[in-house]
């Protein structure tokens, strides 16, 4: 079984800064499976980034996803005041404990 | 639009069974499959399953083996997923969500969720 560990934890950045979230697989994964998600308090998760690097429809691209084999990473270029978040990556059957990306 | 709405909430006693529902409108249902997906209270997403809406086929997690049934109703475009011998760690808010596209399982769409609490 395979196992996706995400880091760090918790990032604590500000408005307009960017933010950079791993996500590293205990072997390797497809790309064309390696999803990333975002869930905001009492919400569903919302598709962000397919496919390791494709932005689902209307996903702004200030959201960007790449990497292959073990490691991928979701870069966020300058956040904004709603990307305060937790993220989520996913491969088929698994998903990574998150990353919350909170307010500094 | 694809719209997927869930059932409502419940409140079972350990060792009773749930199903909860998903009605699917604004596709094909046959043309995508369904994952399940359950969250415990301040914990990360949990995969439970996969059915195919084409064939029933289905693939369920380890876990969960034995425990939990995913089946679909073409004719009311509604997939279901049954959890039986329910313990307090079954309670969460249980999503379902539809494939992306016809070639992967990446989740595209979700359900709004349905809150079962397991409590006696």
């Known amino acids: 079984e395979i196992v996706l560990t995400q880091s760090p934890g918790t990032l604590s950045l500000s408005p307009g800064e960017r933010a950079t979230l791993s996500c590293r697989a205990s072997q390797s994964v497809s790309s064309s499976y390696l999803a990333w998600y975002q869930q905001k308090p009492g919400q569903a998760p919302r598709l962000l980034i397919y496919?390791?690097?494709s932005r689902a429809t209307g996903i702004p691209d200030r959201f960007s996803g790449s990497g292959s084999g073990t490691d991928f990473t979701l870069t966020i270029s300058r956040l904004e005041p709603e990307d305060f978040a937790v993220y989520y990556c996913?491969?088929?059957?698994?998903f990574g404990q998150g990353t919350k990306v909170e307010i500094k | 639009q694809v719209q997927l709405v869930q059932s409502g909430a419940e409140v079972k006693k350990p060792g009773a069974s749930v199903k909860v529902s998903c009605k699917a409108s604004g596709y094909t249902f046959t043309s995508y499959g369904i994952s399940w997906v359950r969250q415990a209270p301040g914990q990360g997403l949990e995969w439970m399953g996969w059915?195919?809406?084409?064939?029933?086929?289905?693939n369920y997690a380890q876990k969960l083996q034995g425990r939990v049934t995913m089946t679909t109703d073409t004719s009311t475009s509604t997939a279901y997923m049954e959890l039986r011998s329910l313990r307090s760690d079954d309670t969460a808010v249980y999503y379902c969500?539809?494939?992306?596209?016809?070639?992967?399982?990446?989740?595209?769409?979700w359900g709004q969720g349905t809150l079962v609490t397991v409590s006696s």
């Open positions: 496919g390791a690097s």
């Open positions: 059915i195919s809406a084409y064939n029933g086929n289905t």
């Open positions: 996913q491969q088929p059957g698994t």
């Open positions: 969500a539809r494939d992306l596209s016809t070639v992967t399982m990446t989740s595209g769409y």
